[in-house]
């Protein structure tokens, strides 16, 4: 029996900044269709390692595959799969919302008809004549998420996408994912906050100092480190508290 090829593949993947480790020796999978979240304090690594996940920074150790593929050597075939949200996108602040979802289609081929289900998907049809720099940050981070989906892309990787925005928000990004997840996209997302990642994933990655402490469900987790919360556990587990 052929055994799947994963989604994302980290193999014992380094990156050094001077004498810091930023990410130190990680082996992470990620199986097509799952939804993982990086969990930890801030300087854990885990943006370190979604930039090397997403080929915007190269690791100085190990090796990272996409769907099966190296950035190494087939980085163009590579970008086509996969779709980025940083934690704060710059976008064009004097183009207007659909005007962004116009160009960010284009360079996937897509045309008027993408940039329509964007706005409908993403709820920004009463923006869409807008300037950027003038909406919300609530908007501005769904317009973000809308051009990461621009090309419908298999894999989505997020940095902290609801930092910043008020509940209401939250809450509208939240079954965004949950509908990309539905239609089987892989997710792969940084936070820090608890809920979200009980919510919107199946396996939570607890990290501390680059390195991956614990992995498993979240009442996988719970169960082996008799805790009642994953910030409790992530307390035992790491000796401090993770910063909100």
Not at 65 to 85: P, V
Request: net charge negative; glycine share 12%; charged share 25%.
């Amino acid at each position: 029996m052929t055994e799947t090829v994963p989604s994302i593949h980290v193999q014992s993947v380094v990156k050094r900044y001077g004498t810091l480790a930023a990410v130190a020796g990680v082996d992470l999978s990620i199986a097509k269709g799952e939804s993982v979240a990086l969990l930890g304090p801030n300087g854990a690594g885990k943006t370190t390692l979604v930039e090397m996940i997403e080929g915007l920074i190269p690791p100085d150790e190990g090796e990272i595959r996409i769907d099966g593929l190296s950035w190494k050597t087939q980085a163009g075939s590579i970008r086509g799969k996969l779709g980025t949200c940083l934690q704060d996108a710059k976008l064009p602040e004097r183009l207007r919302v659909e005007e962004i979802l116009e160009l960010f289609c284009s360079f996937h081929g897509r045309g008027r008809e993408r940039v329509e289900e964007l706005l409908l998907l993403v709820e920004l049809g009463e923006a869409r004549r807008q300037l950027a720099g003038k909406i919300s940050g609530g908007q501005r981070q769904r317009l973000a998420l809308a051009c990461a989906i621009a090309g419908e892309p298999d894999i989505l990787v997020l940095d902290e996408p609801t930092t910043g925005v008020d509940p209401a928000a939250r809450r509208q990004i939240w079954g965004i994912l949950e509908g990309l997840r539905a239609r089987g996209a892989t997710l792969l997302m940084t936070t820090h906050f608890m809920d979200e990642a009980e919510r919107l994933c199946d396996r939570v990655v607890l990290m501390e100092s680059g390195r991956i402490l614990e992995q498993g469900t979240v009442s996988e987790l719970l169960e082996r480190g008799g805790a009642s919360s994953l910030d409790d556990l992530f307390l035992r587990l790491a000796g401090r508290r993770i910063v909100e």
